[in-house]
C-alpha cells in the first residue's frame, strides 16, 4: 500500500489481509483491485506491540 501525507511524499506499507477483511466501495473482492486505486485501510484491532498491520476493511474509492 503506498501512502501520500501531502501529494510529493510517499511510503510503503506492508498491510496483510485475513479472513475477515471485508472490500466495499468501487471494488468487492482483492482481485479487483488495480494499480492507482486509492484505498483507506481499517486495521483490525489488536495491541500495539503486534509487528504486522492486519486489514479489518478495505474501502476502495
Do not use: C, K, P, S
Given at each position: 500500500m503506498e501512502t501520500s501525507s501531502n501529494g510529493s511524499e510517499s511510503e510503503t506499507?506492508?498491510?496483510f489481509?485475513?479472513?475477515i477483511t471485508t472490500f466495499s466501495g468501487a471494488v468487492s473482492s482483492?482481485?479487483?483491485l488495480?494499480?492507482?486505486h486509492q484505498v483507506q485501510v481499517v486495521p483490525a484491532e489488536l495491541s500495539e506491540d503486534f509487528p504486522y498491520i492486519l486489514a479489518s476493511?478495505?474501502?476502495v474509492k
Open positions: 506499507e506492508e498491510v489481509l485475513i479472513d482483492y482481485e479487483e488495480e494499480v492507482g476493511d478495505v474501502i
